[in-house]
């Protein structure tokens, strides 16, 4: 039997909650209902309760966790930090730092759920700053791409933990060990981009970390799949993931501008139907849904506040995931080799200054 | 009739000249046969005449301008600056330096391009950096994208001075005065973003410019139309564009996939020929073609390197419309009113700290 593992909800957060967080935990129970997985549900008992009646697997292996208050989807970072102890989003956080839960899940406000996750479960060894982690589709199946939003300034050393984690990460989804690692840069020469990626790219080479790490790649290697884990700053991850957003849907009003101009082209947009189905399956943001703060001393998972229930599911299968695997370990390892060469890199260079002193 | 402009080009440069540079003058010409455009031609007459009588229109109005030398595809800025006076490209834009072209076209390799340009040209007035614009499809026609590659890290002044060049650019291109102009950042609100983007727009507010800015715009804005100019560093702007290609690409992938899964689907492709046609159209990377670089004390557009004849024919026409427009004088008043407001800025910080020092 797989391990067990116990995802821990803020079933409260999200603009459609707790009705499609019930509806996310009853579609993936139902692909996971060998005993192996458990829920905790933080929120207002009176309110789950009867949608838990409505869908009977998720009822079976879910808890309620009542708790009258919840963090809004409004509140800035700083308020949600004053109000939040005792939220639902707070306690599903907590579950995971007392063990309780191997995971934790919110829709609810970034910005808050980044801030209570780093104050209960602080960051994990070596690890010296939160990123978020998204996955991304191309055309050879999807990639992960990070940080998309966490970090709008980075240094070196910090895009080199982000590859360490973003490695691990991918290994987790995809079972894949060792995938490809590149950073996203505006040329794929030695010499190209600014300073940060230039050092950074120099570091991971010099730590000798356990990693296939292939180099530079531009934006356009994003959905080419040119690397399994691409690494940035979360000021360019995410102007380019919104940036990818917005291309895929001009290239859908393009296309459905373009299959009306004509009778002729109408039938065969009709005919086409499945194929078009097929395509905007494989381009559902639902499906790439859950994005990951790496770097923490617990597994969080942010949904996207909007999603469905089916979009809630994926990323609880993210959570899942994540808790079946060994990702904990695997970080650790190359975030100390990654500590230990900056530090001799420190000592030589104070080595260096102390010489040039004297 | 229309202003009379001369257009220079560098034959030679680009991965397939000069055979479609001269198909592209051709394409154009025939568009604008009244004897208000004028072509020269930098390059060995040998291979550039017999060009030339294949086409008639082209042939007329060309001047052919010999040299023996070119500027290779692969050199490096600095290896191209040693070896390129009395080249193709550098005769190219010297004849817009004399005066004796209105605006310079090359295709050849974009860094000896932009030294060059920037060592024989200039800054304009109150102008500090080269910046290169792109034109981007959107929903709601075409936009203006700037920097998408020079500057790898950009001051704020420089950021503002993008959106005035921008501005400029795109009433050049599409006729419209006072264009909307978005800043690229991570979020629409106040605080969101690095320091470099909050400090500019601070300063386009301050510097009580003749423009019609709308404050930040997020990456799907871009494909979206959420502003006609959209400014950013050369790093996010190189990104995003190349994410929004591969996007591009992977869309028209799965469409490909998806059409032939079955023979119902591949019926419906088959009457829909009509309709993919026009999309490709509408997403045709040649029609996007031509980068200008702004800043300048003349106009210079840089080709795709790798681009057909229509391609080329785009590229000149960016040309045309900059050569025809008051781009420079509509960029000199707001960038001599943004040296007045940093130059005011400036003073009153010397004041207040000569008050903390009294």
Redesign the interface.
């Known amino acids: 039997m797989p391990r067990h593992v116990v995802i821990s909800i803020d079933a409260m957060g999200g603009d459609h909650a707790p009705a499609i967080v019930v509806e996310g935990v009853e579609l993936l129970a139902k692909a996971f209902d060998d005993g192996s997985l458990e829920v905790l549900l933080h929120g207002k008992a009176s309110t789950i309760e009867p949608l838990l009646a409505k869908y009977p697997v998720a009822g079976r292996i879910s808890k309620v966790r009542h708790t009258d208050t919840h963090v809004s989807m409004t509140d800035k970072p700083s308020q949600a930090i004053r109000k939040a102890r005792g939220s639902s989003m707070w306690n599903a956080i907590e579950a995971v730092k007392s063990g309780e839960a191997h995971a934790c899940v919110s829709a609810g406000n970034t910005g808050a759920l980044m801030v209570l996750s780093k104050v209960l479960l602080h960051m994990a060894p070596n690890a010296h700053r939160p990123v978020i982690a998204a996955s991304w589709?191309?055309?050879r199946g999807a990639s992960v791409v990070l940080d998309v939003?966490a970090n709008?300034?980075c240094a070196p050393s910090q895009l080199v933990e982000f590859a360490i984690m973003g490695e691990a990460f991918y290994t987790a989804l995809h079972g894949k060990n060792l995938p490809s690692v590149g950073l996203?840069n505006?040329g794929t020469e030695d010499l190209k981009?600014?300073?940060i990626v230039r050092e950074a790219d120099m570091l991971i080479r010099q730590a000798d970390l356990d990693m296939n790490y292939q180099g530079f790649i531009?934006?356009?290697?994003?959905?080419?799949g040119a690397a399994d884990v691409v690494v940035?700053d979360?000021?360019?991850g995410?102007?380019?993931?919104?940036?990818?957003?917005?291309?895929?849907?001009?290239?859908?009003?393009?296309?459905r501008q373009?299959?009306k101009?004509?009778p002729?082209?109408m039938?065969?947009?009709?005919?086409?139907?499945?194929?078009?189905a097929?395509?905007r399956s494989?381009?559902d943001p639902r499906k790439f849904n859950g994005g990951v703060f790496l770097g923490l001393g617990g597994v969080v998972v942010k949904s996207h506040g909007g999603t469905d229930g089916y979009g809630f599911s994926n990323a609880l299968r993210v959570a899942l995931n994540m808790a079946r695997s060994n990702y904990a370990q695997s970080i650790a390892v190359n975030l100390e080799k990654l500590a230990k060469s900056i530090e001799t890199t420190n000592q030589l260079k104070r080595a260096k200054q102390e010489s040039t002193n004297a």
Chains 1, 2 share one sequence.
């Open positions: 589709p191309t055309i939003g709008v300034e996203l505006v981009g600014n300073g531009e934006g356009d290697g994003i959905s080419l940035t979360g000021f360019t995410n102007v380019a993931l919104k940036t990818a957003e917005g291309t895929a849907k001009l290239a859908a009003e393009f296309l373009s299959m101009r004509s002729l082209t039938l065969g947009a009709l005919l086409s139907r499945s194929a078009f097929e395509l494989r381009m």
